[in-house]
């Protein structure tokens, strides 16, 4: 099974593109583990020794994918803010747009985000890399709440993380923007949104 194209940041070299391609398409139909580098090489149409001009190894290849394939999700999520709008409108909307570009290549996001967990120390570093940037948009969006931390932001993404890895779980990855009502209420709960009216005032109890 083959995934989409993936587009990738338009630094890489042409060779390296392609071996980011290819490493998604073999470790997608055969998963990590069984991955090799002589099949990656092959996808990709190049020689060993170009493959090691760009990576150490099996895993740096991987990991240069997985932090291309999420630079660009998050780029799609930056783009897909209207900053004329309230803060809540701008965080559903972008996570939205998040949330569709990751389902538009549902086995690209399946494997990476299952297979990020298989890489030790170092794939939960570039892990945290990408969920900080995520966490990072969140308070720079959400400005004006005193109440929503650093922390709080992260809490966030975290709770968005495990939405869609139980949505994957499900066999539902190509469904992931249906995401997009609960982790945006996700958001809203940790800045205290939901407990205001539509004016910043505080809710009225029943």
Not at 9 to 16: E, I, K
């Amino acid at each position: 099974m083959r995934t989409r194209e993936t587009p990738f940041s338009p630094t890489h070299s042409d060779h390296q593109g392609r071996l980011l391609q290819a490493m998604a398409n073999v470790a997608a139909s055969q998963g990590l583990a069984a991955a090799s580098i002589a099949a990656v090489v092959a996808e990709a149409g190049v020689s060993k020794r170009t493959f090691y001009e760009h990576f150490s190894g099996k895993d740096d290849c991987f990991l240069a994918l997985y932090r291309a394939a999420s630079g660009s999700a998050l780029r799609t999520l930056r783009e897909a803010v209207d900053p004329t709008q309230p803060w809540q409108h701008q965080v559903e909307r972008a996570l939205g747009a998040y949330l569709a570009h990751l389902a538009a290549g549902p086995e690209l996001v399946r494997m990476l985000f299952v297979e990020i967990h298989h890489l030790g120390s170092a794939g939960a570093e570039v892990r945290r890399e990408v969920m900080q940037a995520l966490a990072d948009f969140m308070l720079e969006t959400i400005r004006d709440r005193s109440a929503f931390s650093p922390d709080m932001a992260m809490a966030a993404v975290g709770g968005i993380h495990e939405l869609v890895l139980q949505a994957i779980e499900r066999g539902e990855a190509a469904q992931l923007e249906g995401l997009t009502p609960g982790a945006s209420k996700v958001v809203r709960l940790l800045a205290g949104a939901d407990k205001e009216n539509e004016n910043g005032l505080p809710k009225q109890a029943v």
